[in-house]
Nanobody, 115 residues
Framework: QVYLVESGGGLVQAGGSLRLSCRTSGINFSISRMAWYRQAPGKQRDLVAT???????NYTDSVKGRFTISRDNARATVYLQMNSLKVEDAADYYC?????????WGRGTQVTVSS
């Protein structure tokens, strides 16, 4: 059974920081490409950042320079450090990976940014 469990969301003022975590089990984490997505109310789920098995990263333009994705293979955990948060960053954030041809998602963690 594959589990992805996000944590670290919460309420923060604009300009503040949060660190999201996604703990995984049931996959070979060290070889898995991991991603963070986000979905604001009434909007589609969008890709925020990815990190490959070799540690290479990619970000959507709106978070470049503010967000950092990282991984800890020993803990089978992927992180998303979010700095300089903006009101428009508010959303439910989801961890995602593909394992044995299946798309796997966590249940999400909510990020609220107040102005």
């Amino acid at each position: 059974q594959v589990y992805l469990v996000e944590s670290g969301g919460g309420l923060v003022q604009a300009g503040g920081s949060l660190r999201l975590s996604c703990r995984t089990s049931g996959i070979n984490f060290s070889i898995s490409r991991m991603a963070w997505y986000r979905q604001a109310p009434g909007k589609q789920r969008d890709l925020v950042a990815t990190i490959s098995r070799d540690g290479s990263t990619n970000y959507t333009d709106s978070v470049k320079g503010r967000f950092t994705i990282s991984r800890d293979n020993a803990r089978a955990t992927v992180y998303l450090q979010m700095n300089s948060l903006k009101v428009e960053d508010a959303a439910d954030y989801y961890c995602q990976t593909s394992w044995k041809s299946r798309n796997c998602w966590g249940r999400g963690t909510q990020v609220t940014v107040s102005s």
